[in-house]
């Protein structure tokens, strides 16, 4: 029975060789994350809404190189559809004087590209590695990874604003909900990604502006401007001329496979079992 169990060594040998793919893929998270929102301190909202848009072309490039997706005319009619309605959205929020004055325009800028560049890149990474791994290792690597990066970053740069913010009930069920939000788009996210793929999964994030209204018309009793309903629908139609002759199996080939150590411990069991 001895002869049949894998050494602990063993077991964790393809972890220990995919560990520094999955830091540089947190890494590139947070990175992308803590750029975009700086963004916004430095430049105007119309730019970083255009902007922002620069995660559909870099996740497009970046799936093509990882799995050669062959891309059809009509998803590409797609892509200009969403951003089409994006233009709207970015138009709507123009004529309700909703901008504001940049510090540092070009700062800004810079920091929303490059944080775009990275959603983008680790968009596609994640679907590529979910693809083919368990949901369970590339979420739990990218999660543990990622409070860690996080975690030394904050303490580093943000520690003095941390002991000057206002610690309210306000702030902390705001960062409550922030947080379990965050929790469901990341664990929701792989599965749409094998169910269709990270491009789409970054077109549907242009609709999020309409939903964010949906919340603002009840918790902050905002008065919407009637182009945003028209640029959701706009948004909503984009997203199915992507899909309608390109079926999710052609954007990438899905064989997520147990870990072998996983493997190895369930025909240990099933030996010791038949010995029993």
């Known amino acids: 029975m001895a002869g049949n169990v894998r ?34 301190n430095y430049t105007t909202l119309l730019s970083c809404e255009l902007l922002d848009a620069w995660a559909i072309p870099s996740c497009l490039l970046f799936s093509w190189l990882y799995m050669r997706p062959k891309y059809q005319w009509t998803q590409l009619l797609g892509v200009v559809v969403c951003v089409g309605g994006l233009g709207m959205l970015v138009a709507s929020d123009e004529l309700t004087d909703k901008d504001w004055p940049a510090l540092s325009r070009a700062k800004g800028d810079v ?12 968009n596609a990474t994640e679907e590529f590695f979910v693809r083919r791994s368990p949901l369970y290792e590339v979420v739990g690597q990218l999660g543990m990874w990622g409070v860690l990066i996080n975690g030394i970053q904050a303490a580093g740069l943000e520690h003095g604003a941390m002991r000057t913010a206002s610690w309210n ?27 269709a793929s990270s491009a789409y999964y970054n077109l549907s994030l242009l609709s999020s502006d ?14 919407p401007y009637w182009l945003y309903f028209p640029a959701f629908a706009v948004v909503v139609l984009g997203l199915i001329i992507y899909f309608w002759s390109a079926t999710p199996e052609a954007q990438g080939t899905l064989d997520p496979r147990a870990p072998e150590y996983v493997q190895k411990r369930g025909d240990s069991w099933r030996v010791v079992a038949g010995q029993v």
């Open 7 to 40: 050494p602990a060594h063993l077991d964790a040998s393809r972890s220990h060789a995919r560990a520094p793919a999955d830091f540089i893929l947190a890494c590139c998270d947070v990175e992308g994350n803590f750029l975009a929102v700086k963004a916004y």
């Open 111 to 122: 920091f929303m590209i490059v944080g775009a560049t990275l959603y983008g890149f680790t």
């Open 169 to 195: 009930g306000a702030t902390i069920g705001i960062l409550v909900a922030y947080t379990a939000s965050m929790f469901i788009l990341y664990t929701v996210a792989p599965i749409l990604y094998r169910m």
């Open 210 to 223: 309409f939903y964010g209204l949906l919340f603002g018309l009840f918790l902050f009793h905002y008065e």
